[in-house]
């Protein structure tokens, strides 16, 4: 069987195919993914710039399923953490008080543990 391109799935496919193979790329792991063939035949001017619009769609999906699971969950905003009535104005110990969120934990690496020098 000859190798399929784009180009061909993309004349035969119809919406519900390309639902279909859009479900398998997402539970697909990024690794095995030929970049360079892929930039080729979509005919995009760089491998990288391929991948960086690759990136941008995904974190667009991204940020549009984060969306959807806050409204569903029945918060009217779309960014967690967010209080419109304070939108402007200076925060004072009042509001500190009714709403205190709890310190987030730094995300980068633990600190090295010194060794005791003897």
Known sequence: MPPATFATA?????DADISRILCVYFH???SSVDWDKAAQEFGA???ES????MRRMMKRIDDASQ????????EGSSSPGSNASNTGKKRTE??????APAPKAKRGRK?????ARK
């Open 67 to 74: 969306t959807e699971f806050s409204a569903d969950a029945g």
């Open 45 to 47: 001017p760089t491998v």
């Open 28 to 30: 697909t792991a990024p």
């Open 94 to 99: 009042s509001d500190d008080e009714e709403e």
């Open 50 to 53: 391929f991948r960086h619009a």
């Open 10 to 14: 993309k004349s035969v496919l119809n």
């Open 111 to 115: 600190a090295a543990k010194k060794a």
